[in-house]
């Protein structure tokens, strides 16, 4: 089953062109939940995924866009939860995958390091693009996603549900060659510096710059043409 859950409305329109867009493995079914909260909305999926005897559930969230082949890819490992890689929209950006957990309840970050690909182990991960088979929601308890859990004001669903799917004795790893991207809404500023102009994306922590499109003549002859043929 491939579960889908948002608010209201999906939150990227061309989310739309990714998701129909990608590959979906034979006698798939699509469930998407909208206006409850997302603990609310995985929860239904689940219950459905068990009622309908399907054999895995690929949870993916309305702002990640997935690479086509993303599910047949994770379903080849074979693995009681595998999950994707796609970064925190939030900067520093880090990886959605965790390799420690504290008492807590919360976890450490997994860094990309040089050399780091291929299926590696992981503790912890999100809900944004991950493929569990459907044990695992038999043999817990529901409610299997809950809010505040580990927060009490926070509206984090993910992190409490895989702790808890791990001490239940699930394996977690993640495909870092199943590579999803995640979709921001950053401000573009111009920006003049040495010299020259480029196009900034400011954020308290640091900015990233990139310089200003400069098409050649040729480019800008080309573009001149194509008016003057709108115009005839």
Known sequence: MIGLPTMEHIRRAEFLTHFMGMAKPPNSLIVAVHGQSPASSRNFIIRQAIEQECTHIFFIDDDVVPPHDAIEKLLAHDKDIVTGLYLMRSFPHNAVLFDEAFESGHCKFLYLTPGKTGLV????????????????????KAPWITLGEIDKDGWCDDIAFFNRARKAGFEMFCDLDVQAGHMINPVAWP??????WFTQYRHP????????????EMQIEKERERELMVVK
């Open 191 to 196: 920006h003049y510096e040495n010299g020259q």
């Open 205 to 216: 922590q640091g900015n990233v710059a990139f310089p200003q499109n400069l098409p050649n």
């Open 121 to 140: 182990p992981i503790v912890n991960c999100g809900l944004g693009l991950v493929l569990i088979k459907i044990e695992v929601f038999k043999k817990m």
